[in-house]
């Protein structure tokens, strides 16, 4: 995932010395400047990439693409330019791209797309666009669009609407999805029901096109009409297993859980979907269903499976029938299963009050020298869990360090206890932790996410959050949790109408209660009340104790 830490090392040592001689050559130069070196412009350019200063980047890798006359690097300093927001350093690299490479791929057009788009060519984007229809690239043509929705969304609009009306779109429904998702973000009512009509005439009868049009209802704002849409698709008989779980999914989404254990209930039952009933019915406490639901697999198995013994465990537990639990567990034979039986076996034990008897257990599995690494580092994890929701903090972060004494430097630990850190709102530390981890691994990007929210979040250092969170972007540029730490931090520097396209976008891709609180946060403060106030319930429906949203609903007073 990121640069081996010995290849970080030797890139630093490379620099310093390269430093050294350009400042030595500085002092005693005299006359015209020397040539650009390439090496010595896409080593600064990689440096400054791992710094975060992406502008830097762009305009570095711009002038090694040019010393060395190489499409290869023009096209990253294209890249990095257009992630920077930089168009006048994107239109020098394509330029250059273009002379050195001059046989357009799909990603020269995608990305001629994107800047033409940007900067509000329209012809320009019209003909790169109509390339990409044309090499059947609708995810790329797609990707260029939502790209620039930022910079000129009436442009965007426009040429959404061309494609949707030209007939330049495949005949895939996943095409279809993506484009009007995209016009329900952009608040494009009379496209998006446009959409709705030509996908239901060109794919009638099937079933995902009425999920598509829940979804989209939900996305506007009105529930009632998507579970309208949804209780249409739910009557039918015979849905696949796929589309039963999708359609649940809508259920929870708007605030019907039940409803969505209660289809998942119809047709065929496996393992995945007899769990997921089980975790639907325990969240919304619906016992009664639950303990039918543990019956009816105990009834239909007479001689359970391992897994299945493992799940009548959980769902004991779900049902705080302890000793019961403890009965499955102890029944499962499967000796690959035995390291998770342990861990379950000691939350039960704890849950049950028998809170010593859980730490040994613990105990006996972090040292258990037959066990793999990996399981008895997570002995350490559950036992750190365990700790913190008995309020217990000396006793969490005892756990941790005799986890890290036992695993120096373990990744996963370090990041767990830089969680703890910033929930304890000991910033500090916990930026220590998460930086300790980018010395062993410089490209984690959860971390660098992390980092860079936490910074946004928690202290007044934007701009190094900022740079942080772009070195994340460069990585996973379609992370929706990543898109949503960008947002927040344009929000902290006070760039709320970009702050707010990014949180549309983040929730677009991920329904979640922090994304959620954000994007409630920033409607609110930009006058739009009553939509943030239907974001605000949605997060409250996703987690009503989220830290976000409390603290969201704090500050303004919601």
Same mark, same amino acid.
């Given at each position: 995932?990121?640069?081996?830490?010995?290849?970080?090392?030797?890139?630093?040592?490379?620099?310093?010395?390269?430093?050294?001689?350009?400042?030595?050559?500085?002092?005693?130069?005299?006359?015209?400047?020397?040539?650009?070196?390439?090496?010595?412009?896409?080593?600064?350019?990689?440096?400054?990439?791992?710094?975060?200063?992406?502008?830097?980047?762009?305009?570095?890798?711009?002038?090694?693409?040019?010393?060395?006359?190489?499409?290869?690097?023009?096209?990253?300093?294209?890249?990095?330019?257009?992630?920077?927001?930089?168009?006048?350093?994107?239109?020098?690299?394509?330029?250059?791209?273009?002379?050195?490479?001059?046989?357009?791929?799909?990603?020269?057009?995608?990305?001629?797309?994107?800047?033409?788009?940007?900067?509000?060519?329209?012809?320009?984007?019209?003909?790169?666009?109509?390339?990409?229809?044309?090499?059947?690239?609708?995810?790329?043509?797609?990707?260029?669009?939502?790209?620039?929705?930022?910079?000129?969304?009436?442009?965007?609009?426009?040429?959404?609407?061309?494609?949707?009306?030209?007939?330049?779109?495949?005949?895939?429904?996943?095409?279809?999805?993506?484009?009007?998702?995209?016009?329900?973000?952009?608040?494009?009512?009379?496209?998006?029901?446009?959409?709705?009509?030509?996908?239901?005439?060109?794919?009638?009868?099937?079933?995902?096109?009425?999920?598509?049009?829940?979804?989209?209802?939900?996305?506007? /704002? $009105?529930?009632?009409? #998507?579970?309208? @849409? %949804?209780?249409? =698709?739910? &009557?039918?008989?015979? !849905?696949?297993? *796929?589309? +039963?779980?999708?359609?649940?999914?809508?259920?929870?989404?708007?605030?019907?859980?039940?409803?969505?254990?209660?289809?998942?209930?119809?047709?065929?039952?496996?393992?995945?979907?007899?769990?997921?009933?089980?975790?639907?019915?325990?969240?919304?406490?619906?016992?009664?269903?639950?303990?039918?639901?543990?019956?009816?697999?105990?009834?239909?198995?007479?001689?359970?499976?391992?897994?299945?013994?493992?799940?009548?465990?959980?769902?004991?537990?779900?049902?705080?029938?302890?000793?019961?639990?403890?009965?499955?567990?102890?029944?499962?034979?499967?000796?690959?299963?035995?390291?998770?039986?342990?861990?379950?076996?000691?939350?039960?034990?704890?849950?049950? /009050? $028998?809170?010593?008897? #859980?730490?040994? @257990? %613990?105990?006996? =599995?972090? &040292?258990?020298?037959? !066990?793999?690494? *990996?399981? +008895?580092?997570?002995?350490?994890?559950?036992?750190?869990?365990?700790?913190?929701?008995?309020?217990?903090?000396?006793?969490?972060?005892?756990?941790?360090?005799?986890?890290?004494?036992?695993?120096?430097?373990?990744?996963?630990?370090?990041?767990?206890?830089?969680?703890?850190?910033?929930?304890?709102?000991?910033?500090?530390?916990?930026?220590?932790?998460?930086?300790?981890?980018?010395?062993?691994?410089?490209?984690?990007?959860?971390?660098?996410?992390?980092?860079?929210?936490?910074?946004?979040?928690?202290?007044?250092?934007?701009?190094?959050?900022?740079?942080?969170?772009?070195?994340?972007?460069?990585?996973?540029?379609?992370?929706?949790?990543?898109?949503?730490?960008?947002?927040?931090?344009?929000?902290?520097?006070?760039?709320?109408?970009?702050?707010?396209?990014? !949180?549309?976008?983040?929730?677009?891709?991920?329904?979640?209660?922090?994304?959620?609180?954000?994007?409630?946060?920033?409607?609110?403060?930009?006058?739009?009340?009553?939509?943030?106030?239907?974001?605000?319930?949605?997060?409250?429906?996703?987690?009503?104790?989220?830290?976000?949203?409390?603290?969201?609903?704090?500050?303004?007073?919601?």
């Amino acid at each position: 995932m990121g640069i081996p830490l010995r290849l970080g090392l030797r890139m630093i040592l490379v620099i310093v010395l390269l430093a050294g001689t350009l400042c030595a050559t500085a002092a005693s130069r005299s006359g015209p400047p020397a040539r650009v070196d390439s090496l010595e412009a896409t080593l600064a350019g990689e440096f400054a990439l791992q710094g975060g200063q992406l502008p830097l980047a762009a305009r570095n890798y711009l002038e090694a693409a040019r010393a060395a006359q190489d499409p290869v690097l023009a096209e990253r300093a294209m890249r990095i330019a257009l992630l920077a927001d930089e168009e006048g350093i994107a239109q020098q690299a394509w330029s250059v791209w273009r002379a050195l490479a001059p046989q357009s791929g799909r990603d020269q057009h995608m990305l001629a797309a994107s800047l033409a788009l940007r900067i509000g060519k329209t012809r320009d984007a019209r003909r790169e666009l109509q390339a990409l229809y044309a090499s059947g690239d609708w995810q790329m043509s797609l990707a260029a669009l939502a790209g620039a929705v930022g910079k000129q969304p009436k442009l965007v609009v426009k040429l959404l609407a061309e494609a949707v009306d030209s007939g330049v779109l495949p005949n895939e429904l996943a095409a279809w999805l993506g484009y009007g998702g995209l016009a329900e973000r952009l608040d494009q009512k009379p496209l998006v029901d446009s959409i709705i009509r030509q996908v239901v005439e060109r794919f009638p009868g099937d079933p995902r096109v009425a999920l598509l049009k829940a979804q989209l209802l939900r996305q506007a /704002g $009105r529930p009632d009409d #998507a579970r309208t @849409a %949804l209780d249409t =698709l739910a &009557s039918e008989r015979g !849905l696949a297993p *796929d589309l +039963r779980m999708a359609l649940a999914s809508e259920y929870v989404l708007i605030g019907d859980a039940g409803k969505a254990a209660a289809l998942l209930a119809q047709g065929p039952q496996d393992q995945s979907i007899l769990a997921r009933r089980a975790e639907l019915l325990d969240k919304v406490g619906d016992k009664p269903a639950l303990a039918t639901l543990y019956d009816e697999i105990k009834r239909d198995a007479t001689n359970p499976n391992p897994v299945r013994r493992l799940l009548l465990g959980q769902i004991a537990e779900y049902l705080e029938r302890y000793d019961e639990a403890l009965t499955w567990y102890a029944s499962v034979p499967d000796e690959r299963l035995q390291p998770m039986i342990r861990l379950r076996r000691a939350s039960v034990l704890f849950a049950m /009050g $028998r809170k010593e008897a #859980a730490f040994e @257990a %613990l105990r006996a =599995l972090q &040292s258990d020298s037959d !066990l793999e690494d *990996d399981d +008895r580092r997570e002995g350490y994890q559950v036992e750190a869990e365990l700790r913190a929701k008995d309020k217990d903090v000396v006793g969490e972060r005892d756990a941790f360090a005799r986890g890290l004494a036992a695993f120096p430097d373990n990744l996963d630990l370090l990041y767990s206890r830089a969680i703890m850190w910033e929930r304890l709102d000991d910033i500090a530390k916990a930026e220590a932790d998460f930086r300790r981890i980018l010395v062993i691994e410089p490209g984690n990007v959860a971390t660098l996410n992390a980092l860079g929210y936490t910074l946004a979040d928690r202290t007044d250092r934007y701009r190094e959050a900022l740079e942080l969170i772009d070195r994340a972007r460069v990585a996973d540029p379609g992370n929706p949790a990543i898109t949503d730490s960008y947002g927040w931090v344009l929000f902290r520097l006070g760039r709320k109408r970009e702050a707010l396209d990014y !949180l549309r976008r983040a929730y677009a891709l991920q329904q979640d209660a922090d994304i959620a609180s954000h994007l409630a946060q920033v409607l609110w403060v930009l006058g739009q009340r009553d939509e943030a106030r239907r974001y605000f319930d949605e997060a409250r429906k996703l987690d009503p104790a989220n830290r976000s949203l409390q603290r969201a609903l704090q500050e303004t007073g919601a």
